[in-house]
């Protein structure tokens, strides 16, 4: 059986008593990171008592995980094993989806454990009352690239959460502010740790704001839904107007951050 185990993301007590449970039966950890794994189950050994029987930790993360897959004797799973990535919930922008579709793929019994999870704390802490939102999870590092995801969730129609590294966060701000200084966004950082630290409000102000601020660690962004002046135009609108073929296109492509050509030779 294996079991996907959620770690905390800052706050070691967010560990849950079920997943300190099955640590203590596994016998094979797939890991993330095994230095990262390793003094992660150390420090719950110390201030939870916990009495482990691991016998082999395996490094699985994004730049093996096919390839060790492909590996893999399904016999391994006859034991008790468990997937740990470093830090919050396996398959959310970390690995471990490749690992789920195997077992489907080779009906091998798996679960995925609730647990710590910064997109969904982030939300939660926006105050922005919406149904819906949408999670890009970092944008591209630079480029065109990272200009189109970043206008698609600007004016996705929804509450849109980020990823940012604090090296690239105050040009994240400023990228924003140039398109849209009067959005409002919600920030959080270091979320669980004792260092934590939130805000809210115009990104204009924000990015005033953290230029004098100390913004090392790990940040989430949560960026408002457009209002409906805001809104985008739709690509039904692009395909409504009197135009050629290649001007629309080039316009199709702004919207869907696909290449001019693709957009061109699905108008044909």
Same mark, same amino acid.
């Given at each position: ?22 640590l203590g039966k596994c016998e094979i950890l797939f890991c993330e990171d095994t230095r990262v794994t390793k003094k992660l ?30 590996? &893999? ?80 969730? &600007? ?16 040009? &994240? ?96």
């Amino acid at each position: 059986m294996l079991y996907f185990i959620p770690t905390p993301i800052g706050n070691l007590e967010d560990i849950s008593l079920r997943s300190l449970n099955l640590l203590g039966k596994c016998e094979i950890l797939f890991c993330e990171d095994t230095r990262v794994t390793k003094k992660l189950i150390h420090l719950l050994e110390e201030r939870f008592s916990l009495k482990t029987n691991i016998k082999e930790f395996i490094s699985l993360h994004s730049h093996n995980e096919k390839e060790l897959i492909q590996k &893999l004797d399904k016999s391994i799973f006859e034991q008790e094993i468990a997937y740990l990535s470093d830090a919050g919930m396996p398959c959310v922008s970390d690995p471990g989806c490749f690992l789920v579709d195997y077992c489907l793929k080779n009906n091998i019994k798996y679960e995925i454990l609730p647990g710590a999870n910064a997109v969904t704390l982030a939300y939660a802490s926006s105050g922005f009352c919406e149904s819906e939102f949408l999670f890009l999870g970092f944008l591209p590092h630079k480029g065109n690239d990272r200009d189109k995801k970043l206008h698609n969730a &600007l004016f996705s129609g929804y509450v849109t959460v980020l990823y940012e590294s604090p090296h690239r966060l105050l040009k &994240l701000i400023e990228q924003i502010c140039n398109i849209d200084e009067r959005r409002e966004i919600f920030l959080i950082k270091e979320a669980t740790k004792k260092f934590e630290e939130s805000f809210r409000g115009d990104v204009l102000d924000i990015y005033k704001l953290l230029r004098s601020k100390n913004i090392r660690g790990e940040w989430v962004i949560v960026l408002n839904s457009a209002t409906k002046m805001e809104t985008s135009i739709t690509i039904n609108d692009i395909k409504s107007l009197d135009i050629p073929k290649k001007k629309m296109a080039k316009l199709i492509s702004k919207v869907t951050g696909k290449s001019v050509k693709e957009c061109y030779n699905e108008l044909l």
